[in-house]
């Protein structure tokens, strides 16, 4: 399908795609702010516009929060939690309220993974796939709202006779800060933990793709959790994201996002000394040993840095492949890159969509045009595509070294840069030399191999023979600039939780 004209957007690509008239008049509504459950204009009355990046055209409008409107978000997630309704009900009823959300989020799977499409551009299938995510996040974590608990223990060394046990209490109000890339979903790994454990929160969406979060707090409503526990600002990072993350009323904040950014939440963070978990960007190695099986690692290599347009944290964004095999397993590489179907996230045929914006398609073919300038050999791709919309072709630099930008910085697109290693011992230093250690990939049959490399990559998560596994039971997280803190699994709980123990003297 082409797109002819952008002027037909609604007429053509929404009546080609059968978008619904339920989703289409989600659209059109004019989008406000969600404080103390009610829905409200921004105090300035001032909005932004939402970017449809396969056509280009302003597809929606958002409210865009202020200062002052923070502050009364603030104030109803502070009245909930100390003494509100929320702070009144028992583990089992916050338990049975997240599965109820999870119920609604379920029973609109479909408008909601076409909005995450139609946002972010991805393809629907895995739209679908971020909000059967969600839904299982939420699941694990109603769970966990009735088993958070403390211990009790006994003194080592001191003398006399005491009893002695740790509580675990919710941290407070918790500001969650989200980006474009996963937005429905990673919200759901901030506030799934956070609700179990009892506190109430002021959500800070991506400001160009907060619909589906906006859709969410219509279902938070229905799921009959109360005013003030979920609050949403949509709105600019550099206004009410920045005065969020320096807010004395806040007690937690929980940021994914770039580095640059989270940096500048952190310091602002810790002014007020409030608690932080900041998950960042990553540039993650994959090693391609001789003895793995090549036709599955080309597929799921091909599949970890081009999936979602290659906008994931810890994609597979550096390769390194054994000299042995480098030549046989590039031309594979490059043949499975060259067969993906670019198109738009709602046309069933698409395997990768645009980017999400025009200001990531600059920065990315910008990198593109740094590879080249540095020497790298373009192997395939490296254009955008002379359509509407934001596409980039799939793009496979060879013949990369350590020394190159575009092998150093998180380019977040579809670009790919390999060279070749000869020696176990290289492999592992070219894959820790990186500022970031979000993630890290193995192929290879040789189980001490990878028992080795698990024990010495310096990474968040290490992948071995799969990519990007990611399971709510299970903590995902960085080492180095790739942030710190672990969201998901019960990991994660001491983020949203404050440990007080307690002394009872018997004599
Ligand atoms: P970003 O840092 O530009 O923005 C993230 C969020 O922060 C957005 O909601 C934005 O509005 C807000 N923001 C912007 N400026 C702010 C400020 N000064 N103070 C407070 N908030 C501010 O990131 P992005 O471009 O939306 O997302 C892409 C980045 O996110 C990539 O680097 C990617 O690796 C990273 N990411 C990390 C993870 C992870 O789990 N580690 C997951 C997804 C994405």
């Known amino acids: 399908m082409s797109i002819d004209s952008a002027e037909t957007y609604f007429d053509n690509y929404f009546d080609t795609y059968q978008v619904p008239a339920s989703v289409r008049s989600f659209l059109a509504r004019s989008h406000q702010l969600f404080i103390d459950g009610a829905w409200v204009d921004s105090s300035d009355g001032a909005t932004v516009p939402v970017t449809e990046p396969s056509t280009t055209q302003t597809i929606s409008n958002i409210a865009s929060a202020t200062v002052a409107d923070l502050d009364k978000a603030v104030a109803a997630a502070r009245r909930e939690f100390d003494g509100g309704s929320w702070s009144r009900f028992t583990p089992l009823e916050r338990e049975g309220l997240l599965h109820k959300l999870a119920d609604l989020i379920e029973a609109n799977t479909e408008e909601l993974a076409l909005l995450e499409s139609i946002d972010v551009g991805k393809p629907l299938a895995e739209a679908e796939m971020d909000i059967q995510g969600t839904i299982d996040t939420y699941r694990y974590f109603a769970g966990w709202a009735s088993k958070i608990s403390g211990r009790s223990g006994e003194a080592a060394g001191l003398p006399g006779d005491y009893v002695t046990y740790t509580r675990k209490e919710p941290v407070g109000v918790v500001g969650v800060i989200v980006p474009w890339n996963f937005p429905l979903q990673t919200l759901a790994w901030k506030l799934g933990a956070a609700l179990a454990a009892g506190c109430t929160t002021v959500v800070k969406p991506p400001e160009i793709t907060s619909l589906t979060t ?19 600002l949509t709105g600019k990072g550099s206004t009410v994201g920045a005065a969020l993350a320096g807010h004395k009323g806040i007690d937690k904040v929980t940021f994914t996002g770039s580095t640059p950014t989270g940096k500048s939440v952190g310091h602002a963070a810790l002014e007020n000394l409030t608690r932080m978990t900041l998950e960042l960007g990553g540039k993650s190695p994959v090693l391609v040993f001789a003895d793995s099986d090549l036709d599955k690692a080309v597929e799921e290599v091909a599949m970890g840095i081009f999936f979602n347009a290659g906008q994931i944290c810890d994609a597979g964004s550096r390769l390194y492949v054994e000299d042995a095999i480098y030549d046989e397993f590039m031309g594979k590489l490059v043949e499975n890159a060259k067969s993906w179907v670019i198109g738009p996230g709602l046309d069933p045929e698409s395997a990768i969509g645009p980017v999400v ?47 190159m930008t575009i092998v150093q910085e998180e380019i977040f697109g579809p670009v790919l840069v390999a060279q070749r290693f000869s020696t176990e011992e290289q492999a592992i230093e070219l894959a820790n030399d990186n500022q970031y250690g979000l993630a890290a990939t193995i192929y290879s049959q040789n189980l001490n191999r990878v028992h080795r490399l698990s024990k010495v990559l310096k990474a968040g998560s290490v992948y ?26 019960p990991e994660q709980l001491d983020s949203v939780t404050e440990t007080k123990t307690v002394w009872i003297t018997l004599s």
């Not at 300038?373 to 350590?402: K, M, Q, S």
């Open 214 to 232: 906006l859709r969410f707090a219509e279902l938070v409503s229905e799921s009959g959790i109360p005013g003030g526990v979920v609050n949403i």
């Open 357 to 403: 914006s025009e200001n990531q398609c600059n920065s990315v073919m910008g990198y593109i045009q740094t590879g080249i300038d540095e020497g790298a050999t373009l192997l395939c791709g490296g254009n955008r595509l002379d359509r509407t919309g934001y596409f980039i072709e799939p793009t496979i630099f060879g013949d990369c070294n350590n020394q």
């Open 464 to 489: 071995v023979n799969a990519q990007s596994s990611i399971d709510p039971a299970m903590p995902f997280g960085g080492f180095k600039n790739s942030g710190f803190g672990r969201d998901l699994g």
